[in-house]
């Protein structure tokens, strides 16, 4: 089970930062983690993934403003994205990417876990 | 506007046949990326179907079939029911731009 958490407004220009726990299911054991959020303009969008010895791809419509992170011993995976403004408010998910492929640029696969979701409203 | 082209709605009577057409191009379906498929019920997060063109995730009804033929995907619902009806998702990769991609929805209505 994946559950996300963190704050549900977020001030525009500030940063948006949550958090997902995993349970059942160790974070170390050969899966990428991710993130991927839902807007009612963009529909969804795969944020990111990193693997839990911390390797990491991003969307690069994000990349100059977010980070993933892993840590093992809480058995959880989170988010920061940085100088939010309103497009960002959204449903954001956090998943376990299934039949993954990664080389030195590229991560493909699927996502086959979801947290239930979380609205984070960007607004002052 | 979704680099994958997905009709924004399709229905169906119950028992019929469905088909939900995902569009892509040379640098995403096209280039031999895989098709995932995703079903989203209201208030819901998306629920993997299809993984890897054609393959049935696990619990996953066999009236439910992928396919992908060049720069396409389709999902084929058959013997439609009511629980049926939801929000469907294609999904891949786009070498140009780098990223997963989904398609925008399709919003499946069983008369």
């Known amino acids: 089970q994946l559950q996300e958490s963190g704050p549900g407004l977020v001030k525009p220009s500030e940063t948006l930062s949550l958090s997902c726990d995993v349970s059942g299911y160790s974070v170390t054991k050969g899966y990428y983690w991710g993130w991927i959020r839902q807007s009612p303009g963009k529909g969804l969008e795969w944020i990111g993934s990193?693997?839990?010895?911390?390797?990491?791809f991003y969307n690069p419509s994000f990349k100059s403003r977010v980070t993933i992170s892993v840590d093992t011993s809480k058995n959880q995976f989170s988010l920061n994205l940085i100088s939010v403004t309103a497009a960002d408010t959204a449903v954001y998910y956090c998943?376990?990417?299934?039949?993954?492929?990664?080389?030195?640029?590229?991560?493909?696969?699927?996502?086959?876990?979801w947290g239930p979701g979380t609205l984070v409203t960007v607004s002052s | 506007q979704s680099v994958l082209t997905q009709p924004p709605s399709v229905s169906g009577a119950p028992g019929q046949r469905v088909l939900i057409p995902c569009s892509g191009s040379?640098?995403?379906?096209?280039?031999?990326?895989?098709v995932h498929w995703y079903q989203q019920l209201p208030g819901a997060a998306p629920k993997v179907l299809i993984y890897?063109?054609?393959d049935r995730y696990s619990g996953v009804p066999d009236r439910f079939s992928g396919s992908r033929s060049g720069t396409s995907a389709s999902l084929v619902i058959t013997g439609l029911q009511g629980e049926d009806e939801a929000e469907y998702y294609c999904q891949s990769y786009d070498n140009s731009l780098s990223t997963w991609v989904f398609g925008g929805g399709t919003k499946l209505t069983v008369l």
């Open positions: 998943a376990r990417v299934g039949g993954a492929y990664a080389d030195r640029t590229v991560l493909t696969g699927y996502c086959d876990y």
């Open positions: 890897a063109n054609d």
């Open positions: 990193i693997y839990h010895n911390g390797i990491t």
């Open positions: 040379r640098t995403n379906i096209g280039a031999g990326y895989e």
